[in-house]
């Protein structure tokens, strides 16, 4: 009863937050994590000193921004790799009970540092965004851990079981523990998902029964691939009744799991952005061919900034506000491309296009996050994986005959599209054509498009999903 009635409070005081006063909130804790920073971590102490910068003169929001240095993965892990304790408080690694590493995808690895506090943080976070989306303090919960790398979910609400990148293990606990709980959880890697889903049912899982809750990460979640995924759990997404999630989260090694986070406010929102192009173009008005993410963060955790980039597009820039944090990372350019959406400005596109319903209760800072894997074409313009994607989940013989994995590169003939079919796919002419037509109606540019059977892609013969994906 009390934790019901925690829970409760925690959730009228998220419908009641006041944006503004966030902000200032998270304002104020940045420059207090700044200070720290310069005054206890060996490695940013000297990033600051060759910026010329004196850290008594950052006073304000304003001269934070102004003048203290966007930092990347290459001046923290790469130039201290030789002693990575310059960049802990106090240059020592205090307390460190668990190492979370980076997948290394950027060929530079980086890695979160979690003392016994921040575990029990962590805990009390996961727990907290379990019971308020899925209620798994009032149903028995089984919780299937995909993720690759050994990666961790702690939880004390909920049963938990770790199998990393087996389809075969997901399945059979499935198969096993489902019908002895109320409620199944997946949580894993996009594609991954996908073989567990496609593999479950030729191994006689009915999905329309067990119709688990799937949370997706590791890439930004293609909307036609949301759409796919329901259509194997048997569930309408556009139903507001709709009781199975298929949500997705973002985070970071060095940060944490759960940086940003959908709800079915903002999937509903996010269907309508992909279904009105109108209602885009008012709400995000850059990259209008690609679909963004659109996610919620806790600015008492995290505050974040948009830095330009070439293309008139934004890098996110992440500083941690937790105050027991291990690395202070300080301004931190994850190279991911997104924006802020304003709450206000989002209430008035609703307001103006009559989706006045879909207007989210929690006023948490909202993001638009594309990504990151784009290439440019000899007709200058660009190309993101997950506009791929989006054309691959567009019908459903299409992406059930494939793996999901492909490869974009520049070839004499333009842009060279080179893709994966699943191991059952029997080669014929007309869905070499179906799929060849996708993209030659869909992409302006020159295409050679070469579809491979399983066994003869040249870019790693044998999924690994312990990687991810290399599609650029």
Not at 74 to 80: L, Q, R, V, Y
Not at 92 to 118: K, M, P, Q
Not at 382 to 392: G, H
């Amino acid at each position: 009863m009390a934790n019901h009635t925690k829970k409760q409070l925690t959730i009228d005081a998220l419908n009641n937050l006041d944006p503004e006063q966030l902000k200032e909130l998270s304002e104020k804790k940045v420059l207090k994590v700044f200070e720290t920073a310069c005054a206890r971590v060996p490695a940013y102490k000297e990033i600051i000193r060759r910026a010329e910068i004196n850290p008594s003169a950052i006073k304000t929001i304003e001269d934070f921004k102004k003048f203290v240095p966007v930092i990347d993965k290459e001046m923290t892990f790469a130039a201290w790799s030789h002693d990575l304790k310059q960049l802990c408080l106090d240059g020592a690694l205090t307390d460190v009970r668990a190492i979370v590493s980076s997948s290394g995808h950027s060929g530079l690895f980086s890695y979160g540092l979690n003392t016994s506090r921040e575990i029990e943080r962590i805990q009390d976070s996961i727990d907290f965004m379990l019971d308020y989306i899925f209620n798994v303090s009032e149903k028995k919960t089984l919780l299937v851990n995909c993720l690759p790398m050994g990666v961790r979910l702690y939880s004390s609400l909920v049963t938990v079981a770790d199998t990393s990148v087996r389809p075969d293990i997901v399945i059979h606990i499935v198969k096993t523990f489902s019908s002895s709980f109320e409620q199944t959880i997946i949580a894993g890697e996009n594609s991954f998902i996908k073989k567990v889903l496609e593999d479950g049912e030729e191994a006689g899982v009915d999905w329309k029964a067990v119709r688990p809750h799937l949370v997706l990460g590791e890439e930004v979640l293609p909307e036609n691939m949301r759409t796919y995924f329901a259509g194997i759990l048997g569930i309408e997404l556009d139903d507001p009744d709709t009781q199975t999630l298929i949500g997705s989260s973002f985070g970071i090694a060095e940060f944490g799991l759960n940086l940003f986070h959908e709800t079915k406010d903002l999937i509903r929102i996010r269907r309508l952005l992909q279904r009105d192009e109108k209602f885009r173009e008012a709400l995000i008005g850059l990259d209008l061919d690609n679909l963004p993410a659109i996610l919620q963060y806790n600015p008492s955790k995290l505050f974040v900034e948009e830095v330009s980039t070439d293309d008139g597009l934004f890098h996110l820039a992440l500083t941690n506000l937790e105050d027991d944090g291990l690395i202070p990372l300080i301004r931190y350019n994850t190279k991911d491309e997104g924006i802020h959406i304003p709450y206000d400005k989002l209430k008035q596109a609703l307001h103006a296009f009559g989706y006045e319903d879909h207007l989210p209760k929690v006023r948490l800072p909202l993001m638009a996050i594309w990504g990151r894997n784009k290439i440019r074409v000899n007709e200058g313009f660009s190309i993101r994986a997950e506009y791929i994607k989006e054309l691959l989940y567009r019908k459903k013989d299409v992406a059930s005959s494939l793996t999901g994995n492909f490869r974009l590169s520049k070839s004499r003939a333009g842009l060279r599209i080179e893709i994966q079919a699943k191991e059952s796919t029997r080669r014929s002419v007309e869905f070499e054509n179906k799929l060849r037509a996708l993209f030659l109606d869909n992409i302006p540019a020159r295409i050679e498009i070469i579809i491979y059977p399983y066994h003869e892609y040249p870019h790693g013969m044998e999924l690994n999903y312990e990687k991810k994906f290399k599609y650029i």
